[in-house]
């Protein structure tokens, strides 16, 4: 009788599954020393004695620098392959991060002509907005996904929705508990290079640690360009010589739009289209990075009951509710990744920049007629289910219509759009929270109101016309793609 052998009992899991874990924890890893940031807003404001429209400069200009970056990081992503460029970026992040620790309180003054900046602000701008978001563009997700999708063509969406959980599992966990870390480590602080380390100093050097040791090793280590080059098929399909008789082999198809230089797609629709919702997600999700947790303190009372706990530290509680609202984007992503590969992937999109408007409604209206609580509750499921869910689906989206010969690129390009939103929208909610009488009421009011036309652009492309999912003809090998579309 003849016998199956044990490669054939057990096939080996497909080495694309290994890419979308390795994205999922460099996410998760990372995640927290920049969405975090709105933690340490109320901390370092008192020490330094910045104000908001300060601290909003900072994060600002962090996104805008991340966004102008991100191109260029593609770039080198699509000729230098993502273990060197993860690797260096991740390690120069987490060092970078873990020097924040030792920014001191200083009282000189830098006349830059226009402006006079104090020292110890123009130190934390240089480290975090210059060096911090220039090396997060290096390990974007944006990159990571223009990495997975070339590892899956029929689970796409799938694969792109479960890398990008890590960032949200990541706030899930993380941000609460360095909140926590905080309170607990003003009793009892860290000594180190002779420096007495204490609440938010010690949280930003435990998280630098982590990208350092953990998040870079694991990059350089899993991390690998394409299927073929080691000599596997998308979605780890057989061989055409090792299929049953009679298969027809799978052919990666293209779209109306499949381009080898990324400045051609500035001539056709859908990069406008894309990059214009993006512009709305950028303003919505970068203004919640930097000013959720201080308008959340700034609504609830000192002792917070909820459910059957009760919070003396606001402060604590609003991490938690960003941190819920961060780990529900798990599930959002992983239902839109399922619900992409079997709809139409903009209507999806559409979708989920409809829910985040009315999650904006909740938060700014709630809190107004006498119930903040719950307006901080509905936000949080209801932007949860989709803040990250747009990221899997626009990369996805951008990968049908111009295939993989720039792809890093220009999803670097769709990117900056949304990162130019992040930084308008967080420094004009600085300034407006000054001149409202220190209320978000207007800028959260607005952004929530930007999503509309957000939702109107996605719905609008024309996916089924552009698409290489719906398109029947084989596109060329990647081989014959210009000198300067090498993937490594």
Not at 332 to 356: E, P, W
Request: net charge neutral; proline share 6%; glycine share 10%.
């Amino acid at each position: 009788m003849a016998t199956k052998s044990a490669a054939q009992v057990t096939a080996p899991l497909y080495f694309g599954w290994y890419i979308v874990a390795t994205c999922f924890f460099v996410s998760f890893l990372s995640m927290p020393g920049r969405q975090g940031f709105g933690l340490f807003v109320t901390e370092m404001e008192p020490t330094f004695g910045w104000d908001r429209s300060d601290i909003s400069w900072v994060g600002s200009v962090g996104f805008l620098i991340n966004g102008a970056m991100q191109p260029i990081m593609g770039a080198l992503f699509d000729r230098y392959g993502p273990r060197m460029v993860f690797g260096f970026g991740l390690a120069i992040m987490g060092l970078a991060i873990m020097s924040l620790a030792f920014i001191m309180d200083l009282e000189h003054m830098v006349n830059l002509g226009v402006v006079t900046v104090p020292l110890d602000l123009l130190w934390f701008i240089l480290v975090f907005s210059v060096v911090i978001n220039t090396c997060l563009s290096a390990a974007s997700i944006t990159n990571m996904l223009a990495l997975v999708v070339r590892w899956f063509r029929r689970k796409r969406s799938k694969a792109t929705g479960l890398a990008a959980a890590g960032t949200s599992i990541g706030g899930l966990l993380m941000i609460p508990f360095a909140a926590y870390l905080m309170g607990v480590i003003n009793d009892s602080p860290l000594n180190l290079f002779g420096m007495e380390l204490v609440g938010w100093r010690t949280v930003w050097f435990l998280l630098g640690t982590m990208v350092v040791f953990l998040a870079a090793p694991l990059a350089v280590f899993f991390l690998r360009p394409s299927p073929d080059a080691m000599g596997l098929n998308s979605d780890g399909d057989p061989n055409p010589e090792d299929a049953p008789a009679g298969t027809v082999p799978p052919q990666r198809q293209s779209g109306l739009y499949e381009v080898d230089s990324w400045r051609k797609c500035f001539k056709t629709p859908p990069m406008w289209q894309l990059s214009g919702a993006y512009v709305v997600c950028g303003i919505t999700t970068g203004l919640l990075s930097i000013h959720f947790i201080p308008y959340a303190e700034d609504i609830l009372p000192e002792t917070v009951n909820f459910l059957w706990m009760s919070f003396d530290d606001k402060k604590v509680f609003a991490a938690l509710m960003f941190g819920m609202m961060t780990g529900l984007n798990a599930a959002g992503v992983i239902i839109t990744g399922f619900m992409g590969d079997r709809m139409r992937r903009k209507n999806v999109l559409s979708i989920v920049y409809a829910t985040r408007g009315v999650a904006f409604m909740c938060l700014v209206f709630l809190p107004v007629l006498g119930y903040p609580m719950l307006g901080l509750v509905a936000f949080a499921m209801l932007s949860g289910m989709s803040w990250v869910a747009s990221v899997p689906l626009t990369s996805t989206l951008t990968a049908d219509v111009y295939g993989f010969r720039a792809l890093g690129t220009i999803s670097g390009w769709v990117f900056f759009s949304h990162q130019i939103g992040s930084f308008f929208s967080i420094q004009l909610a600085g300034y407006a929270y000054e001149w409202f009488d220190n209320s978000y009421f207007w800028p959260f009011l607005i952004a929530g109101l930007t999503l509309i036309p957000a939702a109107i652009a996605a719905y609008s492309i024309k996916e089924h016309h552009y698409s290489s999912r719906y398109n029947s003809q084989p596109t060329p090998q990647l081989a014959t793609a210009g000198a300067g579309a090498r993937l490594y």
